[in-house]
């Protein structure tokens, strides 16, 4: 320990974090289980197809990608919850979820009654069209 503080201390100790590594199938757990908490919300039509909704969205690359956090990410290392609150305003819109206020959803999905700054982004929607494109058809490819 004393070498290594001397060496610190001289300018030759260097340190480097390494990159995260972010597998696929553990994004697409977190998310699973971060998305379950709403399954109250799920209007009829989808309450049966919800998980396979899910599975099909979390199938396409575009969505992962999404949804792989950023090497700038400070708050929520898993996943990106900005995405997944967009993809789940888009799912409200399409009447997927019920359209109750954000702060219950984020109450659920946060498990707390406090404020975050996820809740802004229930609205925001998608801003790439071809993500938006695929949603549209995996919601009509689900609804009974």
């Known amino acids: 320990m004393r070498m290594l503080m001397q060496a610190a201390r001289e300018g030759r100790l260097y340190i480097e974090e ?5 597998s696929r199938s553990n994004i697409i757990n977190e998310v699973r289980a971060y998305v ?9 039509p989808y309450r049966s197809s919800i998980d396979d909704l899910w599975n099909e969205i979390l199938s ?3 969505f992962i990608d999404f949804l792989t ?3 700038k990410t400070r708050k929520c290392l898993e996943f990106n919850k900005y995405g997944v609150m967009r993809i789940i305003g888009v799912l409200r819109e399409k009447d997927v979820y019920e ?7 984020v109450s659920l999905l946060e498990q707390t009654n406090h404020d975050c700054s996820y809740r802004s ?7 790439e069209r071809s993500m938006l494109v695929i949603i549209r058809q995996i919601v009509a490819q ?3």
Do not use: Q, W
């Open 18 to 22: 390494s990159a995260r590594v972010y």
């Open 36 to 44: 379950d908490r709403i399954n109250v919300f799920v209007t009829r």
């Open 60 to 62: 396409c690359d575009e």
């Open 69 to 71: 956090p950023s090497s």
């Open 99 to 105: 359209h109750y206020s954000d702060r219950k959803y």
């Open 121 to 127: 982004y229930l609205g925001m929607g998608l801003d």
């Open 142 to 144: 689900f609804k009974l």
